[in-house]
């Protein structure tokens, strides 16, 4: 955003202001103000004109200029109204040079998630996928992807959602005791590298948000049925933050994980290449790795499929 016109919504998220006292304190021309407020209003912000100014009467944009303005966290915004995967785009931009990028889309239309599984994405939902060069080795990627899921699962907790996580990606809401769960979120990670560095990484994240639950494949489940419709500028702004602050602290990634962790403790059985795993879920390893105790022995699990079973 423009910085002079961040610089007019600061002032308005003050309070009003009329646009002689904007063009003084921000040592610009009347008639810029009114451009800048025009952009603004072209931008969607509500900015009324009443008898003490400009007044900003609400933020209800759902685009770029709306989740960057208050966003504290180092993001941009690449924001689409529909695109095939914003996954898709991030890697182009990523490809490009790009860093620090969020790609954010009303609704995707080929939006994919692990295994090339299909994902619906309609609008109403919050698709965002996050362009970043972090640096660390391959092996710890995969704490992106549970730093993802901890701040997914942390803004939908603060919507009222009683949002868990289930190994490796998924955020998931409980359905009873016994380890059965609704599907409320996804996350993709996608990188490139070296052997001993990564290039670039993209954390695609999918989020059933504003959408009703029949009408999504069995077994989802969305923001608006298990609370209420969310105000998705500040939804996204919340994810974003909560995953600068894990990105950057990455030895809080693990036990931040493990305190929402619905897998932990679970029956599961693990579809990996090496060969099906079944055992309990005892615990998460440093590096994202799940540990499966089975009848035999303690099984190590990097990546795979895991399905929570009814306890035996």
């Not at 080929?110 to 609008?123: D, I, K, N, T």
């Not at 701040?151 to 809401?173: C, F, L, M, S, Y």
């Amino acid at each position: 955003m423009n910085e002079t016109r961040r610089a007019v919504l600061e002032a308005l998220a003050d309070g009003p202001a009329s646009g002689p006292d904007l063009a003084e304190s921000l040592d610009i021309s009347r008639a810029a103000v009114w451009k800048h407020i025009e952009a603004l209003r072209e931008a969607e912000f509500a900015i009324e004109s009443g008898p003490n100014g400009y007044e900003l009467a609400a933020i209800e944009a759902y685009n770029a200029p709306a989740v960057e303005f208050e966003l504290e966290a180092p993001f941009s915004i690449d924001y689409h109204d529909s695109v095939g995967s914003t996954n898709d785009r991030a890697r182009e931009l990523a490809a490009d040079g790009a860093a620090d990028v969020a790609v954010l889309a009303d609704e995707q239309t080929g939006g994919r998630g692990r295994l090339e599984r299909e994902w619906a994405a309609p609008s109403g939902g919050v698709w965002v996928s996050v362009v970043t060069r972090p640096d660390i080795t391959p092996a710890q990627a995969p704490l992106y992807t549970l730093a993802a899921s901890v701040a997914t699962a942390t803004a939908a907790r603060e919507a009222g959602v009683d949002a868990r996580i289930k190994w490796p990606n998924d955020v998931v809401v409980p359905v009873g005791d016994d380890g059965d769960y609704r599907k409320l979120a996804g996350i993709l990670t996608e990188m490139e590298g070296q052997t001993d560095r990564v290039d670039w990484l993209v954390v695609g994240i999918g989020i059933n948000a504003n959408l009703d639950a029949d009408a999504l494949p069995e077994g989802a489940t969305t923001v608006r049925d298990e609370a209420d419709d969310v105000d998705r500028r500040r939804f996204v702004q919340r994810l974003l933050e909560e995953f600068e602050r894990y990105r950057t602290d990455l030895e809080a990634v693990v036990p931040a994980w493990r305190d929402l962790a619905l897998t932990l403790g679970q029956r599961v059985r693990v579809d990996r290449p090496a060969g099906e795993i079944v055992g309990d879920a005892v615990d998460v390893t440093e590096s994202g790795s799940l540990v499966v105790e089975t009848d035999d022995d303690r099984v190590t699990v990097a990546a795979g499929d895991c399905e929570h079973l009814r306890p035996v």
